[in-house]
């Protein structure tokens, strides 16, 4: 890897800086002190002698690295952590607000019961369990339940896959999505099939959606109200969940050749796709629910991908043109071109991470760049990944302190972000041909791969910070398409055996950790 501190690669069109202002520096600047009461002696003022309330408001403003060093402090402050179950939250403020409330809606589709079934399959102690379910009003609650999940599972090497399903279908699958809620499954092949979850865990189709040619792609919207197609017939397809549970075409996108991606903006109201036609589309949601064209971004060759940022205000677009292009809306207003990333061959996949500070890009050149803004508001790279084979893709962790890459050269590869901002190289794993996808879980802690040789690898972070394979799924041909759920709880794959796999992730452990 190479840290690069110019934007020599990098085209920027007169971005304003971001002016980025953190609350410890926003509370200096407004006079805020703490006070403590004057106690009659001569002794020094100490966070030992603020009352829980006191000391909660403090920690809102530490990083999770500083609250683990005041727990080494002495035994009170330790157990004033644990009585604030700072740490929790701490670990869950470095998630972006959108990704918070994407964690807090998923958990809150769950019933008592569900969530029970859930937190059993990390521990069989069904006192602490009801223990934890029974703080689920409480507005940490989604902190608490996640970091919690994740503690264990970091602790834990004993973990056991389940696959409770196996959907077989007559030709190869090329994408397998789950919604949101985990009661509707989509498979893409020739058409898309979709499944609902009967009472019993069981899966029956319940429509399917015809083309004219094999599909790339399918997904479904984080609200789980629609699912868009991307096919090589040159079109994209959306189609609405109904009251009666059923499901119908909304609208269909068309390109002049084949639609390479579709993929849904964080709230759900607009769809982007990629196509071979060079260029990108952007389609909106209107009030009465019908769909319309309102922006339109060219390449000047195939454009193989296009992602939103989860913000919404920006998008990135990656072309066998052998760049990326980065677009920028303010208040609803034209997008405008903000940067171009240069690569010396075509680019595979670019995307954002979840706080939109970062893009990173993988390339048939060999190398996947991570490029940032600088004090000056212009983008410029941050570091280079080289691999030996094409880049097939790479993402952000959900804290946007880790990047994986997926190569044609059968390796894995995880870099994370250092305090000083640069980046460096955490771990490799390798796979006996091509990785095709690498992507993270909810939570940033797991790792699930697709590869050609018919496995799909579970990666995990340690408590230590390490990362360590924990298991492996296996199908009888390519792996075309790996993902975990909205809980991180199951893992769906789809493969060239023609079946798509719903595999659950359990480990076995106490939840004597942040339970009170």
Known sequence: MNGIGNNSSIEGFHSEPERVQSRTDAASRAGRTISLADTGKN???SLQHLSLLSLSRVFRYLKLRDIRSLQQVCIHLRDLVEQDNALAKAWYRRFPSPHQHQLSMTISRKNDYQLRDWLQSFSNDKELVNSLVGQRESVYFPALLYFTRAKLMSHDERFKLVTNSIIKEERTINSAALSADGRHLASASNIVRIYGQEANGS???KGYISHNRDLNSVSFSPDGQHLV????????KIYGLGCDKSWTQKAIITHEYSVQSATFSADSRHVLTASWDKTAKIHSQNDDGSWQLTATFCHDDFVQSAT???DGRHLVTASWDKTAKIHSQKDNGPWRLEAIIHH??????????LDNHCVVTASRDHTAKICAKNDKGLWEVKAIIDHKDHVKIANFSPDSRHVVTASKDDTVKI??????????IKAIFYHRSWVISAIFSPDGRHIVTASGDSTAKIIAQKADGSWSEIASIAHFNWITSA??????HRVITAGWDASVRITELECYHSLS???K
């Open 308 to 310: 939103f940022s989860s």
């Open 203 to 205: 899966w029956t189709q």
């Open 344 to 353: 010396n061959d075509v680019v595979n996949s670019a995307s954002f991470s």
């Open 229 to 236: 197609t991307a096919c090589y017939d040159g079109t994209a």
């Open 483 to 488: 993902s975990f759920n909205d809980d991180g």
């Open 513 to 515: 950790a942040v339970t």
């Open 415 to 424: 870099y994370g972000r250092k305090a000083d901002g640069s980046w460096e």
């Open 43 to 45: 002794e020094k003022p």
